[in-house]
């Protein structure tokens, strides 16, 4: 059997802590919540707990962050099933969506928009 020293065993911990953290839907960054890519995530007004109601055309501007998995992210995070069956990330109850203005991590052009789109800055 082979020892492994501490330095690659630490290395190697951190490593995988790392990657874990990666798949993560969203993230702080900045005071805001981003997607795995780092682009802004966003609420809708529109939306009830639960519910998302961007669909469709709304849903093709406005993607959402998908997921399969809230346990391990916090209390504050939840999924919730859209209407077409699929898994989408929820914070505090709001759906999360990321918007396809943005072009690059940090781009924050959805904020305010028709006065019903907002960062996610908790």
Excluded at 79 to 90: E, H, N, P, V, W
Aim: glycine share 8%; aromatic share 8%; proline share 4%.
């Amino acid at each position: 059997m082979k020892s492994v020293s501490f330095g690659t065993a630490v290395l190697f911990a951190l490593v995988s802590l790392s990657a874990h953290a990666s798949d993560a839907p969203v993230k702080k960054s900045d005071g805001m919540l981003v997607d795995a890519k780092g682009m802004t995530v966003y609420t809708y007004d529109k939306d009830s707990a639960g519910k998302s109601a961007c669909v469709a055309k709304c849903a093709e501007n406005w993607p959402p962050v998908m997921a399969t998995d809230a346990k391990a992210m916090g209390a504050d995070y939840s999924i919730i099933t859209r209407a077409d069956g699929s898994k989408q990330l929820a914070h505090k109850g709001k759906p999360l969506y990321t918007f396809i203005k943005d072009k690059k991590p940090g781009d924050k052009t959805g904020d305010k928009v028709m006065d019903a789109w907002h960062v996610v800055t908790d």
